[in-house]
């Protein structure tokens, strides 16, 4: 089975007691996880190292960062470098998040160098694509969603590929309490497996784990994980509270 995945993004949020606090009633609850389960917790830059000491010991857990440079180093005040990131043993990062792309204008250009970037140093990038409701009430979302993935993605060799995480976070469904139906998340996982097995084959993408973003909750998780295609979840506010995270964690795909 692909690897299932319960990614918890804390955004720019808690102070590092409630970090410390959040993390602790969280595996204080010991989900148990199959071989084939994950928890990613992707904090905070200031909390990376506090969160890699709580997790070090758990089987299945890891940190991921939220970003990274697209530059190894030099004058740039206030960013962080993939090779920084390596070098504390953080080996995932989120990219490409929609909030990242909007309000900081990311483009699928600047994405791709630092996919690159994030491979070259070990790290397995957790890369974010979906479309806005406009897009979506357009009848374009899957071919917006392509020309994401094929922007970013697609000078990949099939190797590098298999490091990949896919999220699918459609943006109208982002802190809005809107969620995408489980149907509609099977469709666009569905599609988005389909331009990858154009590119690299169905093996590679049967292989690669497309996590749903937007408005998860401990009550619509099994439901949304339950679709074929769908390997889990990009959490963010359900993810700042233990007892919501922890049914989120349970409803992966045993």
Same mark, same amino acid.
């Given at each position: 089975?692909?690897?299932? +995945?319960?990614? /918890? ?21 010991? *989900? ?13 830059? *200031? ?15 890891? +940190?991921? %960062? ?67 409701? /406009? ?46 139906? %489980? ?13 990858? /097995? ?57």
């Amino acid at each position: 089975m692909r690897k299932q +995945i319960a990614a /918890a993004n804390w955004k720019m949020n808690l102070s590092y007691q409630q970090a410390e606090q959040l993390l602790d009633a969280i595996l204080s609850e010991r *989900p148990t996880l199959s071989g084939h389960q994950q928890v990613l917790f992707a904090v905070p830059f *200031p909390y990376l190292v506090l969160a890699k000491s709580e997790v070090d010991e758990e089987a299945g857990f890891a +940190i991921a %960062a939220q970003n990274c440079h697209d530059k190894t180093s030099g004058a740039f005040t206030g960013e962080v470098s993939a090779e920084m990131l390596q070098s504390m043993g953080i080996r995932y990062c989120i990219l490409g998040h929609s909030e990242r792309r909007e309000y900081f204008g990311e483009s699928d250009e600047l994405l791709a160098r630092k996919v690159d970037i994030c491979l070259n140093n070990g790290i397995q990038p957790l890369f974010c694509c979906g479309e806005a409701l /406009a897009i979506r009430e357009a009848g374009e979302e899957n071919a917006f969603v392509q020309r994401q993935l094929e922007a970013s993605l697609f000078h990949l060799t099939y190797e590098q590929m298999r490091q990949v995480i896919i999220a699918y976070e459609p943006i109208w469904a982002i802190g809005t309490g809107k969620t995408a139906t %489980a149907a509609q998340a099977q469709e666009m996982h569905a599609h988005i497996r389909s331009v990858l /097995a154009g590119k690299w084959g169905q093996d590679t993408a049967n292989a690669i784990p497309i996590l749903y973003g937007g408005s998860v909750k401990g009550s619509n998780a099994a439901e949304l994980f339950g679709a074929p295609d769908v390997d889990g979840g990009l959490v963010g506010g359900a993810s700042l509270v233990a007892q919501d995270f922890v049914q989120i964690i349970k409803a992966l795909k045993s």
